[in-house]
């Protein structure tokens, strides 16, 4: 089936700075979603981007749907940004959403 | 709207026991399914749903049942609980389109454990 991996596996920054995670595939794709798990276990939908470039504020991603990988970027990053960010890409028929082990990210003040 | 909606928050089971884990949805969705996280890994699929009735199985599915007699819920079953089901367990939801799943919409999670 198909594989996700995502990079850094942690990061650690200060408030204020701006970071890449990344998300690699091993198979074509019509669907990528990024999720961010905060602290308290809630899992939220950021992006919705199977291919091309959308921001939503401080976050943006971008999907190269062709070279098989998607980036998600955070500026300014805020302690409340801490948490795990996940992606999730489509398998199996278009009905199987398989997740990526996740970026764990420690924001400090 | 409640979104998605998971009774109980928090379970303990002794080993051989059974139970079921509630969800429910009111956003109409046609798709539905199950996850569990584990400490370290992300989400794995267990069963989902495409519509009433319809059902299918993911990557880690033994060990459950569901079934989908209405469109806004979605219960699973664990039918002889065991410590290696010790987890926390999303239920998810979503639009379906030509494409592909659309937004999935996650509830709050049940966190397992089974001694």
């Known amino acids: ?109 | 709207n409640a979104g998605v909606t998971q009774t109980p928050k928090f379970q303990v089971l002794k080993t051989g026991q059974s139970m079921t884990l509630q969800c429910a949805q009111d956003m109409n969705h046609e798709y539905m399914s199950w996850y569990r996280q584990d400490p370290g890994m992300g989400l794995r699929l267990i069963h989902y749903s495409v519509g009433a009735g319809i059902t299918d199985q993911g990557e880690v599915p033994n060990g459950y049942n569901v079934s989908r007699s209405t469109t806004e819920d979605f219960p699973l079953r664990l039918l002889s609980a065991a410590p290696s089901q010790t987890s926390v367990y999303f239920c998810a939801s979503s639009s379906r389109t030509v494409g592909g799943l659309e937004t999935q919409y996650f509830g709050p999670g049940t966190r397992l454990l089974v001694l």
């Not at chain 1, 470039?53 to 980036?71: C, D, F």
Request: with cysteine; proline share 5%.
């Open chain 1, 1 to 109: 089936g198909i594989q996700v991996e995502q990079s850094p596996p942690d990061l650690i920054l200060q408030e204020g700075a701006n970071s890449t995670l990344r998300c690699n595939f091993s198979d074509s794709v019509n669907n990528l979603q990024w999720f961010h798990q905060n602290p308290w276990g809630q899992l939220i939908n950021l992006f919705y981007i199977p291919s091309g470039t959308k921001q939503n504020g401080r976050l943006s991603a971008t999907t190269v749907a062709t070279e098989r990988y998607s980036l998600l970027y955070i500026s300014s990053s805020q302690t409340t940004d801490s948490g795990v960010y996940f992606c999730a890409v489509l398998s199996g028929g278009y009905n199987k959403l398989i997740f990526g082990a996740g970026t764990r990210l420690a924001v400090h003040p």
